[in-house]
């Protein structure tokens, strides 16, 4: 092997694109079919469209292996189920009786059948449909969609090569959960031998059917696994390799660096390893050369990054490749990942300056950046010298602009010591302060911020866009809805009030939108789940808080009223989570930055007379890194950027902070280090298992294990919540325990709104009268 020849060989890939098409027509066609307006053919032949404008969009960019079966109706976990004929019991009948709709009951729900569970796909905002195992399941072959969309690239005649795209075996079984019924702690894993076949069966389908390669995507291996998970992996691929009637395949993991799995890989009998090289993923290189490289074998390497919007940086990456070509019998080029994770095209894009825009690749640009490098990779870099130069040129212009280096605030966060993420007195002190500062009963009753986001605000937030109304008309509408939401409050008896958040049209984009650093895109939609899609907001310079942001509404809610209204902001770990965030300074250093121009709010709005301050972080576990192993350097700098947005007020000032999770007890000692006051989090469905969790650990602050379930519109009784606000007072003494909802409220309508936080304060009275 000559590094000559595997460069001459260099192909370009990717492994997924952006499936809702330029205008989300992918949404529209399929909530239109939901609600009947478009018919099971119409949604059909949209859908094929959408694929064949992408594979000619892939075509043009100069990419010659394109990814088929990775669009989806809904999400391709959901796919690989149906795929490998998984489909809950509950399902079986609505599945036989009309795939398509028994495929949108399973994502779902009808009236009378709950959905498969939706979670995070790793560490990224989209979320799959949990697959739902037991010892009972029976696999069975389907292996139509994969065929057909196999096919239907194929056919085209563009002279691709279509590649079909799998979720594999293992990362299969490792994400799936018991079954409803099913032990808690029966292993999917061990339902491989009875997955495999199918796996082979579909397969021999696909090599029926043409395909010369089939990716299985294995990024479940790139999180920390066991030595069995491992044993189990390499079985897999023994036995899908030791198959006669196969096409060639290619096993890609993506996201991480993969920890013990490249022997595993290296070893096994397959033609191709696909492997993330972006920077986070860097170990990668040095593990491939640990295992003596893939003799023999093809590497696709990821080394345009998936994940983030920015340009790539070709002669760092032609970098990579060069050290990567003695390592393997072939490399070809891809992005790390799937594109589904960025918005679609950059050109889109009419509001963003040209100076800034070129900063930017979405999945259109990636794709030019992917076949750039394959042909200088190829055919040396001469041939690309223009657009290397141009590049570099792109890349100064971003690393010396003012939007990137703003000195002021980069002095400002080099100068912060460790007494400005610490607050003046310890919880103990601040605590008793607190309680005589704000003369709230025992179990004080609150909620979480939002109060339903109505059709009228929308409407308002519509009109003002569109100017029908103006900035004062919209302030007048938005004004009547706090005076509305502050009288109910009163009315209902609760004892730290709200503003409601009618202003904020979602809780990153609100405060990206006033935050000097930040940029919003029109058209960068990535899908979250299903026909959902989010713009997440850009972080591409230094932050700073040109003025304030919330205080004008806190503070007229607070004229309202004589009880406290309490300040909400989003923590900057949220900030970065649910954003596009810099790649060219490290993620702490960008958490302080955020951190300090919140910081700024939180101080203004103690000035402007605000006891209570809540600080919302419902993404700091979700942010947790893929590796348990780089997951104390991630908490250090996250619960420092939540000191420093909270330590500058005084201590009779009540910090407070929101996660919307029920699982948390590995991550215990990080809310503690949060030095928060009062903490909310999500508990009615556990029946307070968050507070016995809370006990256990010895959490030795104020808290709210939510009483109420704000992720259905049912009212629970009042009986109900006391019974849940007995339970919690087992684990967590009266002088401590708060009485809240879960989450916000902002998806709720109003009736049951009024009728559960009635309740809720009906319950904690009764309480009350028990202590
Ligand atoms: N304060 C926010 C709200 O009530 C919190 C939302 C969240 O936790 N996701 O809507
Ligand atoms: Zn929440």
Redesign the pocket.
């Known amino acids: 092997m000559t590094s000559k020849s595997a460069a001459a060989a260099a192909r370009t890939t990717v492994y997924g694109y952006p499936r809702q098409g330029p205008n989300r027509e992918l949404k529209k066609a399929i909530e239109g079919y939901w609600k009947g307006r478009v018919t099971a053919d119409g949604l059909r032949s949209t859908a094929a469209g959408l694929r064949r404008a992408n594979w000619r969009q892939l075509a043009e960019a100069g990419i010659d292996e394109v990814p088929t079966g990775d669009f989806s109706y809904y999400d391709h976990v959901l796919d690989t189920t149906v795929m490998v004929g998984a489909v809950p019991d509950r399902h079986r009948d609505a599945v036989a009786a009309d795939p398509i709709d028994g495929y949108f009951a399973m994502a779902r729900g009808t009236r009378d059948v709950a959905p498969l569970e939706m979670t995070k796909w790793f560490d990224t905002n989209y979320h799959y449909l949990v697959p739902e195992l037991g010892p009972e399941t029976v696999f069975a072959a389907d292996s139509a969609k994969q065929v057909a969309e196999f096919e239907e690239a194929a056919g085209l005649g563009l002279g691709l090569t279509a590649r079909p795209v799998l979720v594999g075996p293992v990362t299969y079984l490792l994400l799936a959960k018991p079954a409803p019924g099913v032990a808690a702690d029966f292993e999917p894993l061990t339902l491989l031998d009875r997955l495999l076949p199918v796996y082979a069966e579909v397969l021999a389908d696909l090599r029926a059917a043409g395909a010369e390669w089939v990716q299985l995507d294995e990024p479940a291996l790139v999180q920390d696994r066991t030595p069995a998970e491992l044993n189990a992996a390499a079985r897999a691929y023994r036995e899908l390799g030791d198959l006669t009637d196969r096409p060639k395949l290619l096993v890609a993991s993506y996201f991480d660096r993969l920890g013990e799995a490249p022997p595993v890989l290296a070893k096994a009998p397959v033609e191709g390893l696909a492997l993330d090289f972006t920077e986070s993923a860097a170990a990668n290189l040095e593990a491939l050369a640990a295992v003596g490289g893939l003799p023999g074998k093809r590497l696709v390497a990821g080394v345009v990054s998936g994940r983030n919007i920015w340009v790539n940086d070709l002669s760092k990456s032609l970098a990579t490749l060069g050290t990567l070509l003695g390592l393997a019998d072939r490399v070809d080029v891809s992005a790390s990942c799937s594109l589904l994770h960025v918005p679609l095209d950059a050109s889109a894009e009419r509001d963003i300056e040209p100076q800034i825009l070129r900063w930017l690749a979405f999945a259109k640009q990636k794709t030019r950046e992917v076949a750039t490098l394959a042909k200088g990779l190829a055919q040396g870099t001469d041939t690309i010298a223009a657009e290397l130069a141009a590049n570099r040129a792109d890349l100064a212009s971003r690393a010396g602009s003012p939007v990137t280096r703003n000195p002021d605030v980069r002095a400002r966060a080099t100068a912060v010591t460790g007494a400005d993420a610490r607050r003046s007195q310890p919880y103990a002190e601040r605590a008793a302060a607190q309680r005589a500062h704000l003369g709230l009963p025992l179990l004080p009753t609150t909620t979480?911020?939002?109060f339903p986001q109505t059709g009228e605000l929308r409407t308002a937030r519509a009109d003002l866009r569109a100017g029908r109304i103006d900035t004062a008309g919209y302030e007048e509408r938005i004004k009547a809805e706090i005076r509305e939401v502050i009288a109910f409050q009163e009315k209902a008896g609760l004892d730290v009030l709200v503003h409601g958040?009618a202003e904020r049209n979602d809780?990153v984009q609100y405060f990206a939108e006033q935050l000097t650093g930040y940029l919003a895109t029109q058209h960068g939609w990535v899908q979250s789940y299903g026909t959902r899609y989010v713009r997440p907001p850009i972080l591409a310079g230094d932050i700073s808080r040109p003025a304030p942001m919330t205080v004008r509404w806190t503070s007229y809610a607070q004229s309202l009223t004589s009880r406290p209204v309490k300040g909400?902001l989003t923590g900057p770990v949220t900030m970065l989570a649910w954003s596009f965030v810099r790649d060219d300074q490290p993620l702490a250093d960008t958490a302080r930055q955020v951190a300090l121009a919140l910081r700024d709010e939180v101080n203004d709005l103690e000035a402007a007379g605000t006891s209570v301050i809540q600080v919302?972080e419902?993404a700091l576990r979700e942010t947790l890194p893929l590796r348990a192993a780089d997951r104390p350097g991630y908490l250090a700098w996250a619960t420092e950027a939540f000191r420093l947005t909270t330590g500058g007020v005084r201590p009779d000032t009540q910090v407070h902070t929101?996660m919307?999770y029920a699982e948390f007890g590995d991550i215990v000692r990080a809310i503690d280090d949060l030095d928060a006051d009062v903490i909310s989090l999500e508990a009615a469905r556990s029946h307070m298992q968050v507070a016995r969790e809370l006990a256990a650990h010895g959490y030795p602050r104020e808290a709210g294990p939510g009483v109420y379930d704000i992720h259905s519109p049912r009212v629970p009784g009042r009986e109900e919540a006391a019974e849940l606000l007995r339970t919690g007072l087992r684990a967590i003494p009266a002088e401590r325990l708060w009485v809240n909802p879960d989450?916000?409220l902002?998806t709720r309508g109003w009736p049951e709104t009024r009728a559960s936080l009635e309740n809720l304060v009906a319950a904690a009275r009764t309480v009350r009268g028990e202590l």
């Open positions: 979480i911020g939002s958040e809780m909400m919302d419902p929101h919307c989450c916000g902002k």
